[in-house]
């Protein structure tokens, strides 16, 4: 059942029309909001607001779509989380292992207990082939295997990236771009640890060291009380409170420019039909594949570009379970090719309000996908029964224990990093800006970026301020172009994520 949050009286016209109410969409509505702006936004979840970052409620039980953490740099965005959902936050610890053969790895890893876990035999074999990648490093580094070897040696890549990375993204680690290495993991210490209790070991290296390589990834983080989503229905209420509209249930269906006034004539296909929003500017956090796919007339990069991005699919298998608690991570990364499971994502402990029954444990099984293949296509029983017998191939749970389950799929969630993407996405940007200067693209999907939550809401916040001024101040493909891993460094250290290139001088004064 679709609802439509605002005023009663039909929208038709708004200064800006939204698509999608994931975390850039709703930041860019509230924001504008704020600003006295009218803003109309489409959603096609029939429920839930939030994107990928929602939380699904069943029978009194939630759980993310993935896992999602508020850590970030800029200080920017932890005020403005702060600002939407001030009293809901709580403060948790951060725990992640990797399942290996059988062990289970601290992650990020412990040197010593690696050591242990692999034998002396493999980890001098890792030693060596760390050694022979540093010493004859392949230049040509094109795809994320080269990068990795290059970073790690062959043997460390063997055993802690190509089985999990293929898992998630259903292709060869030579066939992905270097680009997603060394956006998602520069910095990770999985070579640096087991080589630095290596040369310990040998008496190379007499540093103190408390048995951490190096400290990368925060150790607790702050998470609303009932899951991610609360944050995006808090900023969904705000905006309604102000005056706009969300329209749940309603998926895009074209857009077209106006060529004598520039103006934007946005369609959505709803539960009563079709509903045209009259805009001066459009936000899109649709995927591009589909943004270019619906503008009318097609711009030429629909027909050439666009085909070519591809996306990963993604479901969650949420088991309930007869247990106070199963393990005390977070989430477990399972780099074993004998399950199709990629992660086990543990919800009391993200949370003690999103499982309501003390002696019951639930946890979501993170199967990666395709849309339309055989698990996707699968029956949530067969689903479940999948999940359950996994769970006891791991050594989780004892499948007699599992009083429950439900499943929730999440199409495009992940943009494929192929060899030729980056020259895709080039092609539609420079088209779309030119074609469109009104037209804003912002967001995971809508720039075909794989970034976090904040740097979403960030590429949202500086498309107001562009909005604002009433001109391109801020280059938001620049947010995150250094590509650091999010949760490396101090939260709030700096003014912004955006690495904004030729800024006039006037920004401070119109931002």
């Given at each position: 059942?679709?609802?439509?949050?605002?005023?009663?009286?039909?929208?038709?016209?708004?200064?800006?029309?939204?698509?999608?109410?994931?975390?850039?969409?709703?930041?860019?509505?509230?924001?504008?909001?704020?600003?006295?702006?009218?803003?109309?936004?489409?959603?096609?979840?029939?429920?839930?607001?939030?994107?990928?970052?929602?939380?699904?409620?069943?029978?009194?039980?939630?759980?993310?779509?993935?896992?999602?953490?508020?850590?970030?740099?800029?200080?920017?965005?932890?005020?403005?989380?702060?600002?939407?959902?001030?009293?809901?936050?709580?403060?948790?610890?951060?725990?992640?292992?990797?399942?290996?053969?059988?062990?289970?790895?601290?992650?990020?890893?412990?040197?010593?207990?690696?050591?242990?876990?692999?034998?002396?035999?493999?980890?001098?074999?890792?030693?060596?082939?760390?050694?022979?990648?540093?010493?004859?490093?392949?230049?040509?580094?094109?795809?994320?295997?080269?990068?990795?070897?290059?970073?790690?040696?062959?043997?460390?890549?063997?055993?802690?990236?190509?089985?999990?990375?293929?898992?998630?993204?259903?292709?060869?680690?030579?066939?992905?771009?270097?680009?997603?290495?060394?956006?998602?993991?520069?910095?990770?210490?999985?070579?640096?640890?087991?080589?630095?209790?290596?040369?310990?070991?040998?008496?190379?290296?007499?540093?103190?060291?408390?048995?951490?390589?190096?400290?990368?990834?925060?150790?607790?983080?702050?998470?609303?009380?009932?899951?991610?989503?609360?944050?995006?229905?808090?900023?969904?209420?705000?905006?309604?409170?102000?005056?706009?509209?969300?329209?749940?249930?309603?998926?895009?269906?074209?857009?077209?420019?106006?060529?004598k006034t520039g103006r934007w004539r946005m369609t959505a296909t709803g539960p009563d039909g079709d509903v045209v929003i009259d805009a001066a500017h459009v936000i899109s956090s649709a995927p591009m594949r589909e943004l270019a796919a619906r503008i009318h007339p097609l711009p030429s990069c629909a027909l050439s570009a666009a085909p070519n991005l591809k996306y990963r699919d993604f479901l969650t298998v949420a088991l309930k379970i007869r247990s106070e608690d199963l393990f005390p991570d977070n989430w477990i990364y399972i780099h074993d090719s004998?399950?199709?499971?990629?992660?086990?994502?543990?919800?009391?402990?993200?949370?003690?309000?999103?499982?309501?029954?003390?002696?019951?444990?639930?946890?979501?099984?993170?199967?990666?996908?395709?849309?339309?293949?055989?698990?996707?296509?699968?029956?949530?029983?067969?689903?479940?029964?999948?999940?359950?017998?996994?769970?006891?191939?791991?050594?989780?749970?004892?499948?007699?224990?599992?009083?429950?389950?439900?499943?929730?799929?999440?199409?495009?969630?992940?943009?494929?990093?192929?060899?030729?993407?980056?020259?895709?996405?080039?092609?539609?940007?420079?088209?779309?800006?030119?074609?469109?200067?009104?037209?804003?693209?912002?967001?995971?999907?809508?720039?075909?970026?794989?970034?976090?939550?904040?740097?979403?809401?960030?590429?949202?916040?500086?498309?107001?301020?562009?909005?604002?001024?009433?001109?391109?101040?801020?280059?938001?493909?620049?947010?995150?172009?250094?590509?650091?891993?999010?949760?490396?460094?101090?939260?709030?250290?700096?003014?912004?994520?955006?690495?904004?290139?030729?800024?006039?001088?006037?920004?401070?004064?119109?931002?």
């Amino acid at each position: 059942m679709s609802e439509a949050f605002g005023p009663k009286s039909r929208p038709t016209s708004a200064d800006v029309a939204i698509i999608g109410a994931g975390p850039a969409g709703l930041t860019a509505a509230y924001q504008l909001t704020r600003q006295g702006y009218s803003v109309t936004v489409i959603e096609k979840d029939p429920v839930y607001v939030g994107g990928i970052s929602r939380t699904v409620e069943h029978e009194g039980f939630r759980f993310d779509i993935g896992g999602h953490r508020f850590f970030s740099k800029s200080q920017e965005v932890v005020d403005l989380w702060n600002e939407i959902l001030p009293d809901d936050f709580i403060q948790r610890p951060r725990m992640s292992r990797i399942y290996y053969e059988g062990k289970f790895y601290s992650y990020p890893l412990r040197a010593f207990e690696a050591l242990w876990n692999l034998g002396i035999f493999r980890s001098t074999l890792c030693m060596i082939s760390y050694a022979q990648a540093k010493l004859f490093p392949n230049k040509a580094v094109r795809s994320f295997e080269d990068w990795t070897i290059n970073q790690f040696g062959r043997k460390l890549y063997s055993i802690f990236f190509k089985t999990y990375t293929e898992k998630v993204w259903g292709m060869p680690c030579d066939e992905m771009s270097a680009d997603w290495a060394a956006q998602r993991i520069k910095g990770l210490s999985l070579g640096a640890a087991v080589v630095d209790g290596l040369t310990r070991s040998l008496g190379l290296n007499k540093r103190p060291n408390d048995g951490m390589a190096t400290k990368t990834l925060l150790e607790t983080f702050r998470y609303p009380r009932l899951g991610p989503g609360m944050m995006w229905d808090a900023a969904r209420d705000k905006v309604v409170a102000g005056g706009n509209h969300v329209l749940m249930g309603h998926s895009f269906k074209q857009l077209t420019e106006d060529q004598k006034t520039g103006r934007w004539r946005m369609t959505a296909t709803g539960p009563d039909g079709d509903v045209v929003i009259d805009a001066a500017h459009v936000i899109s956090s649709a995927p591009m594949r589909e943004l270019a796919a619906r503008i009318h007339p097609l711009p030429s990069c629909a027909l050439s570009a666009a085909p070519n991005l591809k996306y990963r699919d993604f479901l969650t298998v949420a088991l309930k379970i007869r247990s106070e608690d199963l393990f005390p991570d977070n989430w477990i990364y399972i780099h074993d090719s004998k399950v199709r499971v990629g992660r086990v994502q543990n919800f009391r402990s993200w949370s003690p309000e999103m499982v309501p029954d003390p002696e019951l444990a639930c946890v979501g099984l993170e199967y990666f996908c395709f849309e339309g293949d055989g698990l996707w296509s699968a029956s949530d029983e067969k689903l479940v029964a999948l999940a359950t017998k996994e769970m006891e191939i791991l050594g989780l749970c004892d499948p007699e224990d599992v009083v429950g389950g439900t499943v929730v799929r999440q199409e495009k969630a992940y943009p494929v990093y192929d060899d030729e993407y980056a020259a895709h996405v080039d092609v539609m940007r420079r088209e779309l800006e030119a074609r469109y200067p009104t037209l804003h693209m912002v967001g995971r999907n809508g720039m075909h970026r794989y970034n976090n939550q904040d740097h979403a809401m960030m590429t949202a916040m500086l498309t107001v301020r562009n909005i604002v001024a009433g001109e391109k101040l801020y280059d938001i493909w620049g947010v995150n172009e250094d590509a650091e891993y999010h949760e490396s460094g101090t939260e709030g250290e700096q003014a912004a994520l955006a690495s904004v290139r030729d800024v006039p001088a006037r920004v401070s004064k119109a931002a």
